[in-house]
T-cell receptor, first 110, second 112 residues
């Protein structure tokens, strides 16, 4: 199993551009989530999904959209990038209590 | 509002020392507390604690939860340079149990 994969690993955007961060898992987990990690802030939940077709907002959802059309994929869309969205983004999936994290995407918005 | 606070934020010790990392929380309908280790990339799971007073142990790492005083500690004995990492504490609630609320993390540096 590949576990949780994320692409791209690095991305630089200009303010106002849009893009999609990809996340996929091959463990057939129902629950998937997106976090952002900023220095000194730990991980903060952006959006999560409890199964295909079901998504909900986390702690810091503004400026991001998600969809979950399949169990495997959970893309995160930045609608109009802002410098405040410069961060490291982690996708995670879980079956029970243990969350499996992807390797992260480092995003810089200039 | 749910809150998880870790201390210290940063700690530098020498190889062989014993360290204690702290995590306190204020969470409605607490279910469990989890510890993660984060080296260069993704956090990796260490422990999950649900009951007070029961120590979880894995090699040189151990952790215990106090649900009355609302905190947990993570101990690492005989530290090695490979223990250098950010240690994250997270809590789960009964409702929305899959959602985790993380603390800021403790950056631990072990010098040879």
């Amino acid at each position: 199993n590949a576990g949780v994969t994320q692409t791209p690993k690095f991305q630089v955007l200009k303010t106002g551009q849009s893009m999609t961060l990809q996340c996929a898992q091959d463990m057939n987990h129902e629950y998937m989530s997106w976090y952002r990690q900023d220095p000194g802030m730990g991980l903060r939940l952006i959006h999560y999904s409890v199964g295909a077709g079901i998504t909900d907002q986390g702690e810091v959802p503004n400026g991001y959209n998600v969809s979950r059309s399949t169990t495997e994929d959970f893309p995160l869309r930045l609608l109009s990038a802002a410098p405040s969205q410069t961060s490291v983004y982690f996708c995670a999936s879980s079956l029970n209590y243990e969350q499996y994290f992807g390797p992260g995407t480092r995003l810089t918005v200039t | 509002e749910d809150k998880v606070v870790q201390s210290p934020l940063s700690l530098v010790v020498h190889e062989g020392d014993t360290v204690t990392l702290n995590c306190s929380y204020e969470v409605t309908n607490f279910r469990s507390l989890l510890w993660y280790k984060q080296e260069k990339k993704a956090p990796t799971f260490l422990f999950m604690l649900t009951s007070s007073g029961i120590e979880k142990k894995s090699g040189r790492l151990s952790s215990i939860l106090d649900k009355k005083e609302l905190f947990s500690i993570l101990n690492i004995t005989a530290t090695q340079t490979g223990d250098s990492a950010v240690y994250l504490c997270a809590v789960r609630r009964i409702q929305g149990a899959q959602k985790l609320v993380f603390g800021q993390g403790t950056r631990l540096t072990i010098n040879p």
